[in-house]
């Protein structure tokens, strides 16, 4: 840790991120990129830029709205993912916009896209041409399908999580499928191409050279599908679908309390002995049906009915409270707005406000933070915020590149900026 005196560094300080990226999984992963330190500058089109500019809802001067009112309300999903990066504007369908992405690419370690498979290269900025400009360059792809699939599909969290099987990993059996209520293949797709970005800038170090880093999507999130054995359940007999409770773990899950729901994991023998404490049935211990980890497993449903019969009858504060004595582990459901002001959390930054550049709120606005804990540095994001498209194109093309004033308003003049 930090003696006091000396400056805590953010881990990624010093290395320069060209972000083509726009929606949720591209953004997502140069986000992480900035608030681990890294310079990231957002590139968008000129005319109408990332659409996640245009998401509901929307926060300025009246508050938080359902539809833009004024020019300078922001949408809560911009505000968030573009947090610490620089907003430039730019044209990558025309000539002189290509030449300035070169010239981006050449004071650049990383680049990162979420085009559709091929688009980068269609449009003359794949990773073979950014590694003629500069061979160091780490080049990410962050497609649906990966960057060799050729069916031109487009992938929306909702069509990966269809796809991947996670919707029949959830849900009562004979029930329909079941949408995960996060965008969880936007999310997760994002954190592996971090690690493989991570992983190409260590290889670098000995090597000399980038490489192109290809994560799907689809890929990411299967893998986590994968990683209960689902044909060996079926073929043991074992239902893959129990809703709110894991009866290959029995007692595992959530059960419903008086005024809300309880999560409990009694898996192992003195928990499942604590379990049958606080419920009052001590005996339930020596029930052959229930007296072992087995015989409970086989016997998930009857054991899962007993818990609710208990659970279903006290408030949940009383339900914790008893289980907790028992040593058992046991959480509320809560909802979401209530997690995220855990104080826990909040003190970890694994959470952060949210605030308009200019306008207050009167309610607290969270989002996500970087829920990663370092010994020797720190974590955060830079003030830097592209309100408007192309809000710093001063301060990249000039300050960075070297334009000077005459090539600005000539790349203005041609659209290409």
Known sequence: MSNGSDVMHRPLEGLTVIDLTRA???????????????????????????????????????????????????????????????????????????????????????????????????????????RAVNPRVVFASLSGFGANDRDGGKAMDVIVQALSGAMFTSGEPGQPPVRIGIPIADMLAPVFTVIGILAAIEQRHRTGTGQHIDVSMLGALTSFVAIENWSAMAAAGMPSRTGLTVQRLSPFGVFECKDGYAAVVAVHEPLARGLFAAMGEPELGEDPRFCNRDARVANAVELEARINAWSRQLPLVEVVKALEAQGVPVAPVRHPEDALVDPRVVERKETMAVAHPTHGSSIDLRTAGIPIQFSGATTGFDEALPVSIGQHNDAVYRDLLGYDDDKIAALKQAGAI
Request: hydrophobic residues 35%; glycine residues 12%; contains cysteine.
């Open 24 to 130: 949720l999984a591209g953004p997502y992963c140069t986000l992480l990129l900035a608030g681990l330190g890294a310079k990231v500058i957002k590139v968008e089109e000129p005319c109408g830029g990332d659409m996640a500019r245009e998401n509901s809802p929307y926060l300025g001067r009246d508050g938080i709205t359902v539809e833009r009112s004024h020019d300078d309300d922001i949408s809560l999903s911009h505000l968030t993912r573009a947090r610490g990066k620089l907003g430039v504007s730019l044209d990558l369908k025309s000539e002189a916009g290509r030449e300035v992405f070169f010239d981006l690419v050449r004071q650049a370690d990383i680049v990162v896209e979420n085009f559709t498979a091929g688009t980068s290269d269609r449009l003359g900025v794949g990773y073979q041409a950014c």
